[in-house]
C-alpha cells in the first residue's frame, strides 16, 4: 500500500481533504478521481476498495471528502450539487498542478450523477465509470421524500441518510431543479461505463437502463449480480476496481515502455531523473531495481544486494530439490532464506579500519519431507555446492569497457 494524504482548496477556499493511493511498484501511468456517494466519505470501505484496486493496475487514484463531509471544511448544509461539481474540478486542478492531469473519473452512487457533470468541465478526462449511480440528480428528493415538505415550507429539514442526521436546505432541492440530466448524458462524448446491481434497493436498476439509452457510443454495461448499493462485500468493490482498471485501458493513453535489448544476459537502465529507479531486462523477463525510500529511492523494486542474495536463494532452493530428486528422497519443500551484511572478520585486529569487513550471506534453510538426519546433513553440504555459492565465494573478474 502506498499513499499520500493531500489536501486542497474548492472554489470557496474551503480545505478539502483527501488520499491520494499510488501503485506499490512504478509511477501511475494514468490518474483517476473517484466521487464518493451521497453524504458519504473517502474513507466508505467501498471507495478503499475500489481505489486500492485500481492502483494496484497502475492508476493513481486521489479519493477525497466533498465539501462538509469528513474531513473536508465547510458546512453539508450550504452546499448543493452544484457545489460536488465544483470540488471534482477543483480535485482535477490540484492533480494538474501537482502530477499529472485526471483522465478518468469513477463516481459512487450521487458522485457517479457528479461526475458526469464535471466531465464536460474537466477537459483532460477520456473516460467516465459510474456505480449505482441515479439517472438523474433529482433521484435524491426520494431519500428526501419524508421531508420534502418542511424542506418547502420552512426553507431546511434535518433529514436521516444512512443513520445520519445531515440538514438539507431549499437552495439544495433548488440547485436539482435546475439540472437536465438528459442534455448532459447525450451530449458526453466520452467512453461510459456503468454499474449497476439489479438488486440495488437504493437506485433502482431502472436508472441504469435510462443512463445507457441517454449515452452514446461507446458505452458498457456491467450487472453487479447480487450486490448491494454500498458494495460493502470486499469482493464486490474489488471486481468493480479490477473491471474499471481494464475497460478504461482501451481509452486511456498509456506510455509504452522501451523494451531493453542487449547480447548480453541481463542490462540495466537508469535516466538522469529517475533517482534509483532502474529498469532492468534479465534474460527473458523484465523487472525494476530500486532503492528504498529513506534511502533516496522509490521503493519500486529490489535493490541491488536483495537481487543478489535472490540470485543465491533461488540457485541453493533448485540445488536442493534437483539432488533430492536425483537421490529418490522426500524433500517435500525447501525454504531458503538469505540476508545480506558486512561483518567484522572473526580474527581482525584493527575492527574499526574498513578493510576488515567482509561481504556476509546469512543463508537459513528449511526443509520440509520424510528425511533422515543424516540426508538433512548432506542436504546442508549440498547447499554450499549450488553454482551462485560457488560464483560468490571464488575470486571473480568482473571486465568493463565502454560501447556506443
Sequence with gaps: MNFINVSFRNKNN??????????????????????HCFTGNKNFSAVIDISRALSAQGYGVLRFDFTGLGQSEGEFADTNFSHNIDDLVAAADFLSENYHPPTLLVGHSFGGTASLYASDKIKSVKAVAVIGSPADPDHVKHLLKNDLEEIQQTGKAIVNVGGRDFTIKKSFLDDLDNKAYDEVVQELKKPLLIFHSPQDKIVHIDSAENLYKAARHPKSFISLDGADHLLTKEEDAKYVGNVCAS????????????????????????????????KMKLGDHYLTADEPKDFGGNNFGPNPYELVSGGLSACTAMTLQ??????????ENVEVHTNYSKEHAADCENCEEESTFIETFDRSIKLEGDLSEEQREKLLEIANKCPVHKTLVSTVEIKSKLVE
Design 14 to 35: 474551503q480545505k478539502l481533504i483527501g488520499r491520494l493511493e499510488l501503485p506499490a511498484n512504478r509511477h501511475p501511468h494514468n490518474f483517476v478521481i473517484f466521487a
Design 247 to 278: 475497460w478504461a485501458l482501451r481509452y486511456l493513453k498509456i506510455q509504452d515502455e522501451d523494451h531493453l535489448q542487449s547480447k548480453h544476459e541481463v542490462v540495466a537502465s537508469l535516466d538522469g531523473n529517475d533517482g534509483f529507479t532502474t
Design 322 to 331: 534437483l539432488y533430492s530428486k536425483r537421490k529418490k528422497w522426500n524433500l
